[in-house]
């Protein structure tokens, strides 16, 4: 009997790490090849892994570790499109859902950059193209269809939010029948967000990747996030801190705002302190540690289980 605790033990703080070595490509005829990161941790037990090119977009899969509660999770990392953050905002994330039962896909995509539009599109597309994958595919994965959300961090919220306010756009041509499939995720986490392009809210890194140096008055005003919520944006859960040095907090507090006008059922939470890219938040002894467990209790709410 101890045995057999011992070895349980060992699968359930191990089998995410194993699932989470499978990887995805996200488009077809698509081979995998290794995307150059570098670790800024001095610890090679504790891996923070920052991917600086990303030669074949793709998922990493991981499968829930708990009872399996059918629900997926795209999760779009953050980095200010200089870096893709993917163990601190990814693999970090994917396995404290896991223990909750949550089936999760780590994004890695293009990166927007020198404000071009193809470089844009490329990353609104991976985004796109990964959640009607997780979809088309949802009996495989043992997820149902329609519960399955996104989840962006930082500059990654900026895509995860886009794609929930417009998700049929036409980033791409169709590749294959899964293209047919719906890209509207259905619910939207945006943790630590940029998500405004205005000056003084915006962090001006990520939007000159975004869209330029030079951005017009015109663009900032039709493609900041907030001004492009509909009735049609996905329920949305929204977590800042309001000693954020990086992100305005003004970014969450627009996008609330706007999802309230629009009658689209939202959760909020600002803490007094986190600053930014915490993650997890578990190595902080600060009430933002629990943000998962409210972004958990606030989803289960969506839909009868």
């Known amino acids: 009997m101890i045995l057999f605790r011992l070895i349980s033990a060992f699968l359930l703080l ?18 995998i090849t290794q995307n150059k990161f570098i670790n800024f941790s001095k610890n090679p037990a ?34 200010g499109f200089s870096y893709i953050m ?24 293009r990166m927007p950059h020198d404000g071009t539009a193809q470089n844009r599109q490329a990353a609104f597309a991976d985004a796109q193209r990964a959640l009607r994958l997780i979809r088309a595919n949802a009996p495989q994965y043992h997820i149902a269809a329609d519960r399955i959300g996104v989840m962006g961090f930082s500059a990654g919220a900026y895509l995860a939010a886009n794609l929930s306010n417009d998700p049929q756009a036409d980033n791409y041509p169709a590749q294959d029948a899964q293209d047919s499939v719906s890209a509207r995720p259905d619910f939207t986490a945006l943790i ?21 140096k030079n951005i017009s008055p015109q663009t900032i005003l039709q493609q900041s996030q907030e001004a492009r919520v ?44 986190g600053g930014h890219g915490f993650g997890t938040g578990q190595k902080l002894k600060l009430p933002v540690r629990n943000w998962l467990t409210l972004f958990h209790d606030w989803q289960s709410t969506l839909t009868d289980r």
Do not use: C
């Open 192 to 212: 630590y967000p940029v998500l405004s392009l205005k000056d003084g809210v915006t962090h001006p890194g990520t939007r000159a990747a975004m869209y330029g």
């Open 86 to 109: 993917k163990d601190l905002e990814g693999l970090n994330i994917a396995t404290l859902l896991s223990r909750q039962g949550y089936t999760s896909f780590v994004l890695l995509y």
């Open 46 to 79: 504790d891996n923070n892994r920052a991917v600086t090119q990303v030669n074949s977009p793709e998922m990493i899969y991981v499968a829930p570790a708990g009872k399996n509660n059918h629900t997926a999770v795209l999760i779009i990392p953050g980095g």
């Open 230 to 273: 509909s009735d049609r944006t996905p329920p949305t859960f929204l977590v800042h801190a309001l000693n954020d040095g990086t992100a305005s907090a003004q970014n969450t507090l627009l996008m609330f705002a706007a999802l309230r006008e629009h009658k689209v059922k939202t959760e909020m939470h600002l803490f007094q302190q």
């Open 14 to 31: 191990y089998l995410p790490l194993a699932f989470a070595s499978k990887e995805i490509p996200i488009w077809p005829g698509e081979n």
